[in-house]
């Protein structure tokens, strides 16, 4: 099996069907929280901004518009 992608009306991708195989060899999380595919759990980070003297809204929709370019 491959990695499948569903679309919209529009043709825009809207989700993915990963085969299972596929997901627990290379994306499902072990028991650390971390996955075999070196994806990171994100509670992991959680607090890293706290000590930034940053805005924190303006930086959220900064990494939201790095996915919207997609």
């Not at 290379?26 to 650390?32: E, I, M, Q």
């Not at 990171?40 to 901004?49: A, K």
């Amino acid at each position: 099996m491959q990695i499948q992608y569903v679309y919209d009306t529009h043709g825009r991708k809207t989700a993915v069907i990963v085969p299972i195989n596929m997901w627990q060899k290379d994306v499902a999380p072990d028991k650390s929280g971390t996955t075999t595919g070196g994806i990171m759990n994100p509670d992991l980070y959680r607090g890293i901004y706290r000590d930034l003297r940053i805005n924190l809204n303006d930086e959220i929709r900064k990494l939201r518009a790095e996915w919207d370019r997609l």
